[in-house]
């Protein structure tokens, strides 16, 4: 594609020489830099924990008969599929219309506001008594979650070198994904039990919202994003927080010459509509259509994985046990990529992985035993995992500080309206054509994603941020 000319207020094309763009871009490969993502990826741990929750607890909580199947739940239709449609809703609310505030208001700030929110939702959850209760507490924490997680993959793209960048995806991925076997596990040994009197699947929704409470007291600590400081022209402040990732003293500090940047005319936040101009309106819809189909394939397995394996003949404890032998993985897959993450071109690892999904979902439905439903279970898991961080990355790579929330939390609020609706889908097939028909409708979802990134796709890997954008 020709090289974009942006509307709106001008970008810098190619950081400067000295810029907090370009010194960003020079880190070393040391501990404070890391120590931010690793700081910020915490936070998305519990987000992820609350996300992920979907597939483990529904089944307790038809157990618990809370929650009904078939025409006997809310709207006529599987309480499990309300639940997860509620979750996707919110999720959809908070990046298409929220997401954008951090682009005004600043990355820490959003991120440590979203968190609050979640736990009171998810809180609010737990002392919920009905179906209809928990559906509409759960659209509310999916719209800090939604917000959370876009303002996440921001800051991540901005503090990140361009060198190790898919590398610091897979790093904020791997402990995000912590958080998967804890809520499979919580799952697995809390839902049959009642603890001082109180069901299991509530505790399971009070150990995320207390656990996300210690994340923001945690993250206090956390700076904010110095590319985004440095676009509000609070370059003195942007100054501070890279001296200190470079291991230099502050600015005029004894025996040093050098003072704080003088300060720069702020720039206006970016608008929305910037991103379906002709510079971006060819990366834009190629991020719609990747985010609707590739949902259809890392949802469908991953919020309906115990519910998989019990429609090949498991009962619901051995389901949920074999579910928390593959979610053990989640956390291995992103390690493991991050030695190859900055090694590929981006858009070849998401194409990759696409068609690994679609090739281990079709052999997933037509096994039975318990060793090779784990192992397929654990290969799935794994090629979700280089899909989802390297995507992570892709969107963020596509548009320019001044507006990267905003466009990002666009193109990826489409994943979370098109799981809203995939997931009735799913529950009609799995009830009409089992496991089979799942794995059919994600394959061929697969098939979308391939030809969407392989022919609309632009290679990022190792570029400038600023260059990318400009």
């Not at 559906?135 to 060198?163: F, H, K, Q």
């Not at 299991?200 to 409470?213: K, N, Q, S, Y």
């Not at 994943?415 to 809203?420: D, G, K, M, P, Q």
Request: glycine letters at 10%; hydrophobic letters at 55%.
């Amino acid at each position: 594609m020709g090289e974009p000319v942006p509307i709106g207020p001008a970008p810098i094309t190619e950081p400067a020489a000295g810029s907090i763009a370009a010194r960003l871009d020079a880190l070393p490969r040391t501990w404070p830099a890391w120590k931010l993502i690793l700081l910020v990826s915490l936070g998305g741990c519990f987000e992820f924990y609350d996300l992920m929750m979907t597939a483990y607890i529904s089944p307790g909580l038809v157990r618990a008969g809370v929650f009904h199947e078939g025409k006997a739940g809310l709207l006529g239709q599987s309480d499990q599929a309300t639940f997860a449609a509620a979750t996707f809703l919110g999720l959809f609310i908070g990046t298409a219309a929220l997401a954008r505030v951090a682009d005004r208001f600043g990355r820490r700030a959003i991120f440590t506001a979203s968190l609050i929110w979640y736990a009171i939702a998810t809180l609010a959850m737990a002392t919920s008594s009905t179906a209809l209760d928990l559906v509409l507490w759960r659209l509310v924490a999916g719209i800090g979650i939604g917000v959370e997680l876009v303002t996440i993959d921001a800051y991540v793209s901005e503090i990140a070198p361009a060198r190790v960048r898919g590398r610091a995806f897979a790093i904020n991925q791997a402990v995000q994904f912590l958080a998967v076997p804890a809520v499979a596990f919580a799952c697995w040994r809390l839902l049959p039990l009642t603890p001082f009197g109180i069901a299991g699947w509530r505790w399971v929704m009070i150990i995320g919202a207390t656990g996300a409470a210690a994340v923001w007291v945690i993250r206090a600590r956390l700076p904010e994003s110095p590319r985004w400081l440095e676009r509000q022209g609070r370059l003195a402040e942007a100054d501070a927080i890279v001296r200190r990732l470079e291991g230099r003293p502050p600015a005029g500090a004894a025996g040093k010459a050098d003072a704080a940047p003088a300060t720069i005319r702020p720039e206006e936040p970016g608008r929305l509509a910037e991103a379906f101009s002709p510079a971006y309106r060819k990366r834009t819809l190629m991020l719609v259509i990747f985010s609707v189909f590739q949902a259809i394939g890392y949802y469908g397995f991953g919020n309906w994985a115990p519910s998989l394996i019990a429609a090949r003949g498991h009962s619901v404890t051995h389901s949920l046990g074999y579910a928390f032998a593959i979610a053990a993985a989640y956390p291995l897959g992103p390690l493991l990529f991050s030695l190859i993450a900055d090694r590929f071109e981006r858009k070849a690892q998401i194409i990759a992985a696409a068609l690994t999904t679609a090739v281990l979902g079709l052999a997933f439905a037509g096994q039975s035993a318990p060793a090779v439903l784990i192992a397929l279970g654990v290969g799935l898991t794994f090629s979700n995992n280089l899909m989802s961080f390297a995507y992570h990355a892709y969107q963020t790579e596509l548009y320019p500080t001044r507006f990267r929330a905003a466009a990002v939390g666009f193109v990826y609020s489409w994943s979370r309206l098109a799981t809203v609706f995939s997931s009735f889908i799913i529950a009609a097939l799995l009830t009409g054509f089992g496991a089979v028909g799942v794995f059919a409708f994600i394959a061929a979802a697969m098939a979308v994603v391939v030809l969407d990134v392989g022919l609309l796709g632009p290679r990022t890997t190792g570029r400038r941020l600023e260059s990318l954008a400009a």
